[in-house]
């Protein structure tokens, strides 16, 4: 048996002004060839639990390419069509028995808004009867072609995103079942027009974990794999919504029944889905409040983990104007303050503009930055190893790095963006985060996988940002209408 194992992933924030370009793939992960196998063996991604399947089914693995980026901008051309073209080019020399894919779902090219449908549709061009599995994020933005040109699609249903081994391994056995002839999958999908935000998704919390636990309920007799996509709803594309495909042994009624029941479930809990909010000072003095620690600062509207700048100083301004200590923030993005201060060296006192380099357009938001003096408290090549739940075992590199302690705060300043979903942000930089009253993150949810155990408190800080859960803030012009809750004042009647 001969399968082709690939990996293409980014989670495109069409309102992001940070570029997506090959660099940045490169910057997180960007493997092809034999490298693929030694940067995801054993590691907890779909493409390590595809390498693990392949080599129990005795089968041949090609490997053509691996890439993903942190969140950002649309995908440039080029970036796109080297990523595809060497997936493209692997299929080309032929003798596949089948494909497992390690995709996103919500990749938007400059000159392809459907990255994945776009890529499968190509891949079934060239191979036709190619059985094709696909494992997709929970914020997939599923569209007709990604289902039309693949065998079985599966989503993570966890967010964090901890189980990402697991649903590969559940895809790739329908299909190694498949190649064996024990199943012949079926797949349906459909969508709700929800617009569900993502930091209502968190799979601790309802609505999301109620509707995921429904998915495991639906995964029996004939249903292979059943998924609730609680979509994207950063990018400003037509298929931006609520969706949900299952794969059934042969059943396509069970397969209807099973999504049925998923859309409704989610319809039903649309209003939960959707965010309120809190003045900032309000929510800085609630914290300021609680005595036992850590206390988690969400700064949601600048999450790099959706396309965020990471560099936005708005909640970080807040905490110093009320004057909290103990803080420590992860992290803010600006690669020339941390060249200005590791040429300043580690104790020495520093008067900066840190932050706010980068305009934001699609928001009418130009980039301002904080002038601060404090004291330069480590230098690091921002290199550790994740050892919590989510993306274990990968190494990550934040670039070179400096901790600035400024008023109560020491703030981790990265040359390369990454979401703080594990304690290595702060470890690897000589903070220890148990000992902190505030934690300041630049996350939404996924600091849940590396904090969760740690916090006493989380409170949800509303800053300003690319990844802002203000509706009001985003110009929407491509997605499907009428969508809730962009079209209806009150929630409207349900639909089927
Ligand atoms: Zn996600």
Known sequence: ????????????????????????????????????????????????????????????????????????????????????????????GGGFDGALLDLHGAMVAEDEPDGEGGLLERMRAIAPELPIAVTCDLHCNLSERMVANSTAIIGYKTYPHIDMYEVGTEVGRIL????????????????????????????????????????????????????LFGGFPLADVPEARVASVVVADGDRAAAETARDRLLEAAWAARADFIYGGEPLAQAIARAKRIEAGPVVLLDHADNVGSGGTEDCMTVIAAV????????????????????????????????????????????????????LTGRVRALTDGRWTVRGPMYTGSEVSTGPTAVFETGGLKIVVVSKHHEPWDLGIFTSAGIEPQHCHY????????????????????????????????????????VKRPIFPLDWNQPPEPVK
């Not at 630049?442 to 849940?448: A, E």
């Not at 904090?451 to 491509?478: H, P, Q, Y």
């Open 176 to 227: 190694l079942r498949a190649l064996a002839g024990e199943v012949a999958p079926v797949m349906v999908w459909g969508d709700v027009p929800l617009l569900a935000q993502t930091l209502r998704m968190g799979t601790a919390d309802a609505p999301m974990g109620p509707i995921q636990a429904l998915t495991r309920e639906a995964e029996a007799g004939a249903v292979l794999a059943a998924t």
């Open 320 to 371: 110093l104007d009320q004057g909290l200590s103990g803080v420590a923030v992860a992290a803010v993005w600006d690669p020339g303050a941390v060249a200005e201060l590791a040429a300043a060296g580690v104790g020495a006192e520093v008067t900066l503009n840190l932050g706010g380099k980068t305009d934001m357009p699609s928001i009418g938001e130009t980039g301002r930055p904080l002038r």
């Open 439 to 478: 934690l300041l993150l630049k996350s939404r949810i996924h600091y849940r996988a590396g904090f969760a155990a740690l916090a006493k408190a989380t409170i949800a800080c509303d800053g300003t940002g690319v990844t802002t859960s203000d509706n009001a803030r985003l110009a929407f012009e491509r």
């Open 1 to 92: 048996m001969r399968l082709l194992l690939a990996m293409m992933k980014h989670e495109t924030n069409t309102f992001s002004p940070i570029p997506t370009d090959l660099q940045r793939f490169r910057d997180w992960g960007l493997h092809e060839g034999e490298a693929v196998a030694a940067a995801y063996a054993g590691t907890n991604h779909p493409l390590g639990a595809y390498l693990d399947l392949a080599r129990e089914a005795g089968a041949e693995v090609v490997t053509p390419i691996a890439a993903e980026a942190m969140p950002s901008g649309p995908v440039q051309k080029q970036a796109y069509d080297t990523i595809t073209g060497r997936i493209l080019d692997a299929l080309e």
